[in-house]
């Protein structure tokens, strides 16, 4: 058996990852991988993203650029032109990210679920009364980026980002090992709202959510990164237009996004759990 091998077996071990990924420092940890990942030492960094392949199915063969400053300069790293062109049918809203598909389905009246049997609430979630009210009964989808996939994240529709809350919060590892084992775990960690409205008028909601290792977004039109660090308001009101696919900014390492839409869009028929989907496909479809 190989390493890599050796490496998967040992993290389908439910106990052994949960304790590994969970049961540790997670803030000192994190905050450390920040600090770590932006050294620009040639050693450091070729030592980390070999180790880094060691542990998953790192493919740089899409990037734009082979060579690197740092760890953090692959994480976020830029993909061809054109790697990712968005679903050009105007009646679909496209993945805002590369991930696996998680829970998806209905919203009963304001309860949604991390993985079946375990809800949690768009209040717990948004901290919004108004934006509650907006996705009640509506339609949820959970996007989970691993640590391989490209961190980037785009307008899934043409329209304008309203408004942008970050709460903070924890940093528990969001695999589908913790979702079975914490509670309301997307309302217990550190996540932006990101409000939006397209151009045809419904509201469709981006909720990032930050992990272990993952505590910072980078919001290209805030023009600021959003972490457990952040100083000043925590609500910002914008009136920003964006076109589908547009990049909107990236995790500094990979964790999930939940996408919320109105109760008449209807999900593709690309989209089942566990499969993998890229920035650009299709999501939903709105009526024409």
């Not at 400053?69 to 105007?90: I, N, V, Y």
Request: glycine content about 6%.
């Amino acid at each position: 058996m190989t390493i890599r091998g050796l490496i998967s077996v040992l993290s389908q071990q439910e106990d052994l990852n949960f304790l590994l990924t969970n049961r540790v420092p997670r803030a000192a940890l994190t905050r450390f991988m920040g600090w770590f990942s932006k050294i620009e030492q040639p050693v450091i960094r070729d030592l980390s993203i070999a180790c880094w392949r060691l542990f998953s199915d790192l493919d740089l063969s899409e990037a734009r650029k082979q060579s690197f400053k740092s760890l953090h300069d692959c994480f976020t790293r830029e993909l061809k032109p054109g790697a990712r062109p968005p679903d050009p049918d105007p009646t679909i809203v496209v993945s805002p990210c590369d991930a696996i598909i998680g829970a998806h389905g209905s919203i009963a009246d304001t309860e949604l679920f991390q993985i079946k049997g375990a809800g949690y609430s768009l209040a717990d979630l948004l901290g919004d009364p108004a934006l509650v009210d907006a996705h009640r009964n509506g339609r949820f989808i959970t996007l989970r980026l691993t640590s391989s996939m490209y961190h980037r994240f785009h307008a899934p529709f043409d329209g304008r980002i309203e408004q942008v809350s970050f709460i903070s919060g924890d940093t528990w590892n969001v695999n589908p090992i913790a979702l079975k084992r914490i509670e309301r775990l997307f309302c217990k960690n550190e996540r932006a709202v990101i409000k939006t409205r397209l151009s045809t008028g419904e509201a469709l909601t981006l909720v990032p959510v930050a992990a272990i290792l993952v505590a910072s977004i980078r919001l290209h039109f805030l023009g600021r990164v959003l972490n457990a660090q952040s100083r000043g308001p925590a609500t910002f009101r914008c009136d920003v237009p964006v076109r589908k696919g547009d990049e909107l900014g990236w995790f500094e390492h990979g964790s999930t996004i939940i996408v919320l839409a109105p109760d008449h869009f209807a999900f593709c028929d690309n989209v089942a759990e566990g499969e993998r989907i890229c920035a650009g496909q299709p999501l939903m479809r709105k009526p024409a």
